[in-house]
Structures are given as C-alpha cells and as structure tokens.
C-alpha cells in the first residue's frame, strides 16, 4: 500500500520524529471515500473552501457558497456543490474536467472541520462534482467560533494589484483566520490557519511572517510548500463579505533561521512574498457574530 504522505510531508515528519507514528495513523484516516458522518457534515454547510490551480501551476484559495443543502455527497466516492464561481474569483477559471481541487468545510460555531482532496468528474451549468481521492478529519484547534447568518449584500467593486497595498493590509494583519491553498504535482489542498488577532506579521524584509503552531503532525500544508513555494492566502472579512485572494512564494523557516523573536508559541514560520491579489468587495452573503476565541491560542508576545 502507497504511503498517504508525499516525500515533502515524510521529511518534515522525520525532522521532528513522528514519521513512524504519522504513517500509521495515516494509514487509518486518511480515506478514498467519505465516511457517513463527512457526508452529513457538507451537506449542512452554507459555504466551501475551495483550492485550485490555473494553468501556469499557480494555486488559488476561494470560497463558494449558497443555502445549506448546496453541497451534496449522493455516494461515498463522490462530492457535488452546485455553485459557480463568480466571474471575477481566480478559482472560475480553474474548474475544468479532470482538474485537481483542495476542499475544506468549516463549521465555524461548532470548530467542526473536514478536508477532501479530488479530481473534478464532472462540470454543467449549475455546478460540478468531485471524485474523492483523500478525505479525512481535522482537530478543531485554532479555529474560532464564530455564529453566523444570510446576509444579503449588494456586490461591491473588484480591486486588483501586486505585492503589498495598504488596501488590503489591515485586513491581512488584523486577522484570527486566514485559509492557505498549496499542492504537490496536480493534487491540491486547502487549509485553515488561526490564530491570536493579529497573529500574521509584516517583517522588515516586507515578508508576511505567519506563525505555526503545534497540530496534527501531517504537515500537509508545510510540506507541500516545501517543494513547491507557490501557494494562495485567502482573507474573509466576517464583517462586511469582502474577499481578499493573494498569490504568494513561501519559505518554511526553522527556529534557527528566525530573523527576528518568534511570536509566542510558534514551533516553526512560514514567510510569505506577496505577488498577484484580488480584493473583491462585499461578495459574502453570510454575516458573523463576534468570535470566541479558540482555547488553545498562545499567549500574545515573542
């Protein structure tokens, strides 16, 4: 039987001497189906996660969305959202047959997660269907919880650029959650990051320095950023739907690297070069209440 992890996960999980343990519980997780549970969970969720890859190789993070029901698991092997992206969200042009694609449900009031990693089988008008290659469970830490409700918002204008733009850093800097899409070869993933507000810095080498806190041990994310840097951040704006998607070139950086004092409770960073970004305003029709932050946050400081 193939391993679940690709060599860049294996060699983060032998750096730090969980790779026997991980491969076990790898091997009993991580699924190529969704058990019934999974299946129950997407259909609940009134948004999805989205993680996909242009034609230059480019990973993007989007979000799609629609009433709770708008996502569907008709078998065990297979995932259909009936949405379209809208025509300016990067992910629009990525959706064609037999493309890869990262999904990630969130229930943010509940810090209930699920990841599915597959192929498109099938695209129409109303939406399409994913083929699932790995499906398995996420821990609820970091995430924070957050109610929420239909809002409807008239769509705003979309605002393009490159590189850091005081348009959209507050929004970046201020932030608790933030999603990261990644891959290896054609197989896509999109992950969830949280943190203390304010948990994402700016360093004085003009990087956005995101702190890693102790998880699950796969190191999906991180090893996959370790063959191929070029990843996608997508920001949500819980209080006014604004959608801030950026594409950017990360470094995994040890301990011993670390240029300037770690934020409290990072066990690794990942810096991040801003290239590409999309802001598009007031796009989300779902209105949040304040957060409860996660229990298992660091303590603010270095």
């Not at 009993?28 to 019934?36: A, G, L, S, T, Y």
């Not at 092997?77 to 300016?88: F, G, K, N, P, V």
């Not at 919880?145 to 769509?155: D, F, G, L, S």
């Not at 320095?209 to 951040?233: H, I, K, Q, V």
């Amino acid at each position: 039987m193939d391993s679940p992890f690709h060599p860049g996960e294996q060699y983060i999980q032998n750096r730090l001497g969980v790779r026997a343990k991980l491969e076990e519980i790898g091997r009993r997780v991580i699924r190529d189906h969704m058990p019934e549970q999974h299946r129950e969970f997407f259909a609940k969720l009134p948004w999805l996660l989205v993680g996909s890859l242009d034609t230059n190789g480019q990973p993007h993070a989007s979000v799609l969305w629609g009433t709770s029901g708008f996502v569907q698991a008709p078998q065990p092997e297979r995932l259909r959202i009936t949405a379209r992206a809208e025509a300016d969200d990067p992910l629009a042009a990525n959706l064609h047959a037999g493309a890869g694609v990262g999904l990630l449900g969130i229930e943010l009031p509940t810090r209930r997660r699920n990841r599915l990693n597959g192929r498109l089988a099938e695209i129409d008008d109303e939406g399409f269907t994913v083929a699932v290659q790995q499906s398995f469970g996420n821990c609820p830490k970091y995430i924070q919880a957050r109610p929420w409700q239909v809002e409807r918002r008239q769509p705003g204008a979309l605002e393009l650029g490159t590189g850091l733009d005081p348009r959209w850093l507050p929004l970046a800097l201020g932030c608790d959650t933030l999603f990261i899409a990644s891959h290896h070869a054609q197989d896509v993933d999109i992950s969830h990051r949280g943190g203390p507000t304010g948990f994402l810095g700016l360093g004085s080498d003009g990087r956005l320095w995101l702190p890693d806190y102790s998880g699950n041990l796969m190191f999906n994310t991180l090893g996959n950023l370790l063959l191929e840097p070029r990843c996608a951040l997508l920001w949500i704006d819980f209080s006014n739907g604004d959608l801030l998607h950026l594409e950017a070139h990360a470094e995994v950086v040890w301990p011993e690297h670390y240029p300037e004092p770690a934020p409290a409770g990072a066990e690794r960073q990942i810096a991040f070069t801003p290239g590409h970004w999309h802001l598009r305003k007031s796009r989300l029709p779902l209105a949040f209440g304040p957060a409860e932050p996660s229990p298992y946050l660091p303590t603010q400081g270095s």
